[in-house]
């Protein structure tokens, strides 16, 4: 069995490996110290095909106008790049979702620097 280490492609952490995932029966919830509720994970960041398999399934089964997420919800708050972080961003952009930051509601816009503050209480 492989013990390879996956990756949060919105910021690149480690999160686990995949015989942790294999052994997490019934599924697992977890959310990112980057601020993703639910980051999707892949084998290598180079690899934009790995990344766009980690997409949910609910996100193509979603009713017709229906909001998706937020792409904070999967990618979190990060400056890292990467050719996975790319595709995924690019196709979830596809499917409707958006940023904070060009959301039309001011407590969403608000979101990234309330994360920041609550980020730099953490750390205090």
Same mark, same amino acid.
């Given at each position: 069995?492989?013990?390879r280490p996956l990756f949060h492609v919105g910021c690149g952490n480690f999160l686990f490996t995949e015989e942790q995932l294999r052994q997490a029966?019934? =599924?697992? %919830?977890l959310a990112c110290s980057c601020g %993703?509720?639910?980051?999707l994970v892949v084998k290598y960041l180079e690899d934009a095909s790995g990344a766009l398999a980690a997409l949910p399934a609910s996100l193509a089964?979603?009713?017709d106008g229906e909001q998706? /997420?937020?792409? @904070? !919800?999967?990618? =979190?708050f990060s400056? !890292?790049?990467? /050719? %996975?972080k790319t595709a995924v961003e690019q196709h979830l952009r596809e499917l409707g979702s958006i940023a904070f930051a060009e959301c039309e509601e001011e407590r969403c816009r608000e979101e990234p620097d309330r994360?920041? @503050?609550?980020?730099?209480w953490r750390k205090s």
């Amino acid at each position: 069995m492989s013990n390879r280490p996956l990756f949060h492609v919105g910021c690149g952490n480690f999160l686990f490996t995949e015989e942790q995932l294999r052994q997490a029966k019934g =599924g697992m %919830a977890l959310a990112c110290s980057c601020g %993703a509720m639910s980051p999707l994970v892949v084998k290598y960041l180079e690899d934009a095909s790995g990344a766009l398999a980690a997409l949910p399934a609910s996100l193509a089964l979603r009713k017709d106008g229906e909001q998706l /997420p937020h792409l @904070e !919800f999967y990618l =979190g708050f990060s400056d !890292f790049n990467c /050719p %996975a972080k790319t595709a995924v961003e690019q196709h979830l952009r596809e499917l409707g979702s958006i940023a904070f930051a060009e959301c039309e509601e001011e407590r969403c816009r608000e979101e990234p620097d309330r994360w920041k @503050e609550q980020k730099r209480w953490r750390k205090s």
